[in-house]
């Protein structure tokens, strides 16, 4: 089955950019989903189809892949940015299903 | 605005089965564009995916192989809702689940619910 890896922890301080990796097999040829979620809320799409945005996600989020990476970079970091950040991918191999990576947790400084 | 609200009992006996709602407001659950979908998730397991249900000239429903032979997700086109039905339930079933929509990815979450799997 298809595995989504990511770091476990990423800290910036106010102002400065995170990044955030997802590692997959050839996820350059896969749709790549990005979640924010705060502790105790359900998680927010916050990057779709790999880099567009939904309506209301501030441009400070923006999504790419390259190989066997998709990143999602947050630039100028905020308190309330503090979360816990997730990828998604669909696969479509032989058990169709929703696969995330295991979610990489924001430390703001 | 869609918006998703869910219902159910935060606690289930071992060996019972878990059910829980999720109503639908600001579409349908006929939306041929969209699937309904169920997640789960615990420390220990992370963000799992449960399964489906959506209408595309005739329903259909696919579901995560592992709880594939307990699980039931069904509309209710009435109520404008769809349910998830888990039987023979384990403390290993134990997380907060949550229903949500989307195809091509989850842009509208419910609250979460909080099951606690115990006698």
């Known amino acids: 089955s298809y595995v989504l890896t990511q770091p476990p922890s990423v800290s910036a301080a106010p102002g400065q950019t995170a990044t955030f990796t997802c590692g997959g097999d050839?996820?350059?040829?896969?749709?790549v989903n990005w979640y924010q979620q705060k502790a105790g809320q359900a998680p927010v799409l916050v990057v779709y189809?790999?880099?567009d945005r939904p309506s209301g996600i501030p441009e400070r989020f923006s999504g790419s892949k390259s190989g066997n990476t998709a990143t999602l970079t947050l630039t100028r970091v905020e308190a309330g940015d503090e979360a816990a950040y997730l990828c998604?991918?669909?696969?479509?191999?032989?058990?169709?299903?929703?696969?995330f990576g295991g979610g990489t947790r924001l430390t703001v400084l | 605005q869609v918006q998703l609200h869910q219902s159910g009992p935060g606690l289930v006996r071992p060996s019972q089965t878990l059910s829980l709602t999720c109503v639908i407001s600001?579409?349908?659950?006929?939306?041929?564009?969209?699937?309904w979908n169920w997640f789960r998730q615990s420390p220990s397991r992370g963000l799992e995916w449960l399964g489906r249900?959506?209408?595309?000239?005739?329903?259909?429903?696919d579901y995560e192989v592992s709880v594939r032979s307990r699980i039931t997700i069904s509309p209710d086109t009435s109520r404008n809702q769809f349910s998830l039905h888990l039987k023979s339930v384990t403390p290993e079933d134990a997380a907060v689940y949550f229903c949500?929509?989307?195809?091509?990815?989850?842009?509208?979450w419910g609250q979460g619910t909080l099951v606690t799997v115990s006698s």
């Open positions: 600001g579409d349908s659950v006929s939306n041929t564009d969209t699937a």
């Open positions: 189809n790999s880099r």
């Open positions: 050839n996820i350059e040829s896969k749709s």
């Open positions: 998604q991918v669909w696969d479509s191999g032989y058990e169709h299903r929703w696969v």
């Open positions: 949500a929509s989307g195809s091509t990815m989850n842009d509208h």
């Open positions: 249900t959506f209408f595309r000239s005739k329903w259909y429903d």
